[in-house]
Every structure is written in structure tokens, then in C-alpha cells.
């Protein structure tokens, strides 16, 4: 079975510094990938980037940025120049290739002071 | 592109009556839908995944005859909440799969009073 984990259940950051929010998973499957989504207090999911675990870069998506550690099964999001419409829920979430199930870890809720 | 949408947005029912709650995939069509309880400040718990045309599958836990899904197209499935108590209040989201990506609803908002 999978599992993500998520340490962080709440952070506050500075307005227009960098953020990273971590997220480690357990999984014995080779061929997997990784997901982060945005809730903002809407409830909406917004997804904001993904990492096949046979990706050689890490990925990026504009101010977001994912740091892929598949040693140490770690896919911490980096958001650089935070802004206060960054407040909001952060969850990181896997599926395994062939299977559409995702598993999302408890969250962090990022607060960004201005 | 790859919108769905949930309707109602928000609902109160009185315990003991049913609720439906309709996810729809607006421009493309779906053959598997997900459907997602969250509690505050919870994260999402996957009900049960349902596929265009035959029954849905249910996660450990989630009682069948309570939670109705019916996934009667390929761009609609509804999830009826039946004989709702307070317990049940909660945030239910939909999700659909498109091209390997699943892409989520705006949520429904259920309270039993």
C-alpha cells in the first residue's frame, strides 16, 4: 500500500520569501507519480505539479518547483516569491502507474504574512 | 480545457431525508469518476471510484447502501447521500480521469441538521 506523509501541518512565511513544503512516500512500486494540489478556503483542488518517478529533471511550474529525492523518496514543493494568495492548503498525493487511485498525504496549511 | 463541476455547491438536508450530488465532466467524457469525503481540516478520503455503466467500487469502510453511485453517462455521476444524519455533514468532492490526469470538482458542502 501506499503512503504519503506530511509533516508540516502548519506554516507561515514571510510575504515574497521561499517556501518548501515536504512531503515523503512509501511505496514498493517502481513506476509511480507524484502530485501537488492547492485548496484554497473555496475547497477547490487545484492542481499545481507532477513528477513521474522515471523523470530525470525535477519539475517546475512556474514559481512552483518540486525537489525529487527518489533515493530518499522525498518530493518536497518549493514555491519561490511567495504572495498572500499562496495561503491556502497544500496537499502532496501518488498513484501508481495502471492504477488512476490517488493517495494524498494530511496536508500543510501555508500561511503567508504580509 | 478539462472542467468538471459539482452541483449544488452547497446543501442542508434534515436528518433522515436523501441528498444527490451530481458531478458532470464538461468538455470531455469520463469513463472513471472518483468521489472524495473530507472532514475539516482533513485531508481526502476516497470513497469509492465509479466506472460509465457498471457498479462502483467502494473503498474499506464506506457503506455501499448508504452512499449511492450511479455513473449513468460518460460525462455524469451522482452520489446520493440516503437516509442523512449529522454525521454525514461533511465535504464531498468529485474528480474525473482524463488523458492519465484526474481533475477535480469545486466541492459540495453537505449539513444535516
Known amino acids: 500500500a501506499q503512503k504519503i506523509t506530511q509533516t508540516q501541518p502548519g506554516m507561515f512565511v514571510q510575504e515574497k520569501e521561499a517556501v518548501t513544503l515536504d512531503c515523503t512516500y512509501d511505496t514498493s512500486d517502481p513506476s509511480y507519480g507524484l502530485f501537488w494540489y492547492k485548496q484554497p478556503s473555496s475547497g477547490e483542488m487545484i492542481f499545481l505539479i507532477y513528477?513521474?518517478?522515471?523523470?530525470?529533471q525535477n519539475a517546475t511550474e512556474g514559481r512552483y518547483s518540486l525537489n525529487f529525492q527518489k533515493a530518499r523518496k522525498s518530493a518536497n514543493l518549493v514555491i519561490s516569491a511567495s504572495q498572500l494568495g499562496d495561503s491556502a492548503m497544500y496537499f502532496c498525493?501518488?498513484?501508481?502507474?495502471?492504477?488512476?487511485?490517488?493517495?494524498f498525504g494530511t496536508g500543510t496549511r501555508l500561511t503567508i504574512i504580509p | 480545457g478539462a472542467v468538471v463541476s459539482q452541483h449544488p455547491s452547497w446543501v442542508i438536508c434534515k436528518s433522515g431525508t436523501s441528498v444527490k450530488i451530481e458531478c458532470r465532466s464538461l468538455d470531455f467524457q469520463a469513463t472513471t469518476m472518483f468521489w472524495y469525503r473530507q472532514f475539516p481540516k482533513q485531508s481526502l478520503m476516497l470513497m469509492a471510484t465509479s466506472n460509465e455503466g457498471s457498479k462502483a467500487t467502494y473503498e474499506q469502510g464506506v457503506e455501499k447502501d448508504k452512499f449511492l453511485i450511479n455513473h449513468a453517462s460518460l460525462t455524469l455521476s451522482t452520489l446520493t447521500v440516503t437516509s442523512a444524519h449529522p454525521e454525514d455533514s461533511s465535504f464531498y468532492i468529485c474528480?474525473?480521469?482524463?488523458?492519465?490526469?484526474?481533475?477535480f470538482g469545486p466541492g459540495t458542502r453537505l449539513t444535516v441538521t
Open positions: 474528480s474525473a480521469s482524463f488523458r492519465d490526469e484526474q481533475y
Open positions: 498525493a501518488m498513484r501508481i502507474f495502471g492504477n488512476e487511485k490517488l493517495t
Open positions: 513528477q513521474g518517478s522515471y523523470d530525470q
